[in-house]
Each structure stands twice: as structure tokens, then as C-alpha cells.
């Protein structure tokens, strides 16, 4: 069953704005328009940081198992094993 929209490109979309912001904050700045300026960059950090990081490492973990990155008793021994071969 196909998605009605692919979290990929949501997530290009919203990569692409948030730059597009920070490029017309720093504009703002350099056009002596300061406090709009840091008005936008700190907008584009906010959403990078509280929408576009958990939508990045929803898509990145979907699928996989946690128990398979993290040092466990059983993933130390299986480890050993392999260093003894």
C-alpha cells in the first residue's frame, strides 16, 4: 500500500526552506534590517532542530531493531567470538 506522501520528500522540502530562510535572515542582516534578520535564522533553527531532526530520524530508524546497535551482554560475547577466529 502506497503512502499518500513519501516522508523523503517531505523532508527535502522542508531542508530546502529551512536554508531558504537562513539565506533571506542573513539578507535582512546585511541590509541593516537586523532584528528581522535574527527573526528569521532563529525561526530556521527552531525548525530544524524541533521538526526537520525528528522527522529525519523517524525515517532513518523505521524498520530497525535498537538491540542490534547497542552493547549488550550477548552482542559483547558475539563480538569476542569474532576477534578469536
Known amino acids: 500500500m502506497k503512502q499518500p ?6 523532508m527535502k522540502i522542508l531542508g530546502i526552506a529551512i536554508l531558504i530562510a537562513i ?6 542582516r546585511m541590509n541593516n ?6 527573526r528569521f535564522i532563529g525561526i530556521a533553527v527552531l525548525a530544524s532542530a524541533f521538526v526537520l531532526m525528528p522527522i529525519f530520524l523517524y525515517v532513518r ?3 530497525k531493531r535498537l538491540e542490534d546497535y547497542t552493547l549488550s551482554d550477548k552482542n559483547i560475547k ?5 576477534n578469536k577466529d
Open 5 to 10: 506522501f513519501d516522508m523523503n520528500i517531505v
Open 23 to 28: 539565506g533571506v535572515g542573513f539578507y535582512f
Open 33 to 38: 534590517n537586523i532584528p528581522l534578520g535574527d
Open 61 to 63: 530508524w523505521k524498520g
Open 78 to 82: 558475539k563480538m569476542q567470538e569474532r
